[in-house]
């Protein structure tokens, strides 16, 4: 804990009397080095990108100025790279305009069902890229929960598409719906949004940090497959800001399964 003491003299006239404040400074420090970090984190994360720019773009001014290949092969790294800044910069926009949305924009009633279609058939081509198979199951009945639709889609594109990134090639990535009208066993629990995946799993201990800002389990992995170090940040805030939870289960070489549990009202 970090205490700031102050000490004022409150004495009327001819007495002595001092007043002694102690205050709690552990949260504002606590921000304070978050805040830090993140600044931090993120101008490494800027900075891997630009250098690479930096170089490839001196390269062709210079000693690949005439290699016909060698020029197709750099622009190709060199738009990799933008686009990699271009994600980044997508996905911190996000998680600040949740942020600053907190608890401010009402949630309306979202037909969980339909969003979950819809957000399959959009990530659909994506999938058949990467020949992974996505099997979707909603109950027939609406599932209706207070939410902010938008928002909602994003967290399940954002499970969606790490189950594509880190589950394993030609595996099956199942989506569900559950909800406690047709599962009287989750009554207490609320409606669950599920994405599984048969990948090689996440190792017990990096469990609980995969929600921080940047944290990676494999650094190397996560930028060759595009990804940002942002998106479960961005989940996990969505997620609280609809009151819910996210549930993260995983084998390593069987496979996780990432759920959000939303409180039906
Ligand atoms: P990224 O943009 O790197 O994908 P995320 O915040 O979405 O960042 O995820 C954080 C890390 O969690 C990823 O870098 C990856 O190591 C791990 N991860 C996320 N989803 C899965 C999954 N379905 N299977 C295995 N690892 C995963």
Known sequence: TTWRVSARDVAPKGRRRV??????????EEAGQIRRDFVANLSHELRTPLTALL???ETLRG??????????????IIAREAQRMAHLVDDLLSLSRVE??????????VDLGALTS???????????QKEAHLQVEVPEA????????????QVLTNLIENAMKYGGSGEDIEVSLTSPEFQPALRRS????????HGPGIAAHHIPRLTERFYRVDAHRSREVGGTGLGLAIVKHIVNRH?????????????SRFTVVLPVD
Request: aromatic share 4%; net charge neutral; glycine share 8%.
């Open 19 to 28: 007043l002694v404040v102690f205050e709690d400074m552990t949260a504002v």
């Open 55 to 57: 170089g490839f773009v």
């Open 63 to 76: 000693p690949a100025k005439d290699d016909e290949a060698a020029r197709a092969r750099f622009l190709a």
């Open 100 to 109: 600053a949305d907190e608890r401010r924009r009402p949630l309306e009633p």
């Open 118 to 128: 819809s957000v399959v058939a959009t990530l659909e081509p994506l999938a058949r």
């Open 142 to 153: 609406k599932v209706i929960v207070p939410g902010d639709p938008g928002q909602l889609r």
């Open 190 to 197: 609320g409606v669950c949004l599920s994405v599984s995946d």
């Open 243 to 255: 009151r819910g939870r996210l549930r993260i289960e995983s084998a390593v070489g069987h496979g």
